[in-house]
């Protein structure tokens, strides 16, 4: 079973950006649609962006759309979510997943990294 680490979570003020990893244990990542997911305190995780395994094809929800870019790098297993002018809202938990779904819900998503935390001052 693979198992994914997310990391680069941190502290960033409005307006700036932050990259985060997804890195993942094995080399089958490469055939799996990649997604980020945010969640609040007691709250359902939220889509955030998908990358799809073979196409590099992407999808934004509407409210990061323009401002992050979800890439990846198959050689290294890794996927990447970069976020550019943080808004105070983006503050969350923010975990990667894989999946053979082309799909924004959770429930469709597998082997959920343990998340990093983004924090954002106005």
């Known amino acids: 079973q693979v198992r994914l680490v997310e990391s680069g979570g941190g502290l960033g003020q409005a307006g700036d950006s932050l990259r985060l990893t997804c890195k993942a244990s094995?080399?089958?990542?490469?055939?799996?649609?990649m997604g980020w997911f945010l969640q609040a305190p007691g709250m359902e995780r939220e889509f955030v962006a998908r990358?799809?395994?073979?196409?590099?094809?992407?999808y934004y929800t509407y409210t990061v759309k323009g401002r992050f870019i979800v890439s990846r790098e198959n050689t290294e297993n890794t996927v990447y979510l970069q976020m550019n002018n943080l808004k105070p809202e983006d503050q969350e938990i923010y975990y990667c997943?894989?999946?053979?779904?082309?799909?924004?819900?959770?429930?469709?998503?597998?082997?959920w990294g343990p998340g990093t935390k983004v924090t954002v001052s106005s």
């Open positions: 997943a894989e999946t053979n779904q082309w799909s924004e819900h959770a429930s469709e998503y597998l082997n």
């Open positions: 094995r080399d089958t990542i490469t055939l799996y649609d």
């Open positions: 990358i799809a395994w073979d196409t590099g094809n992407t």
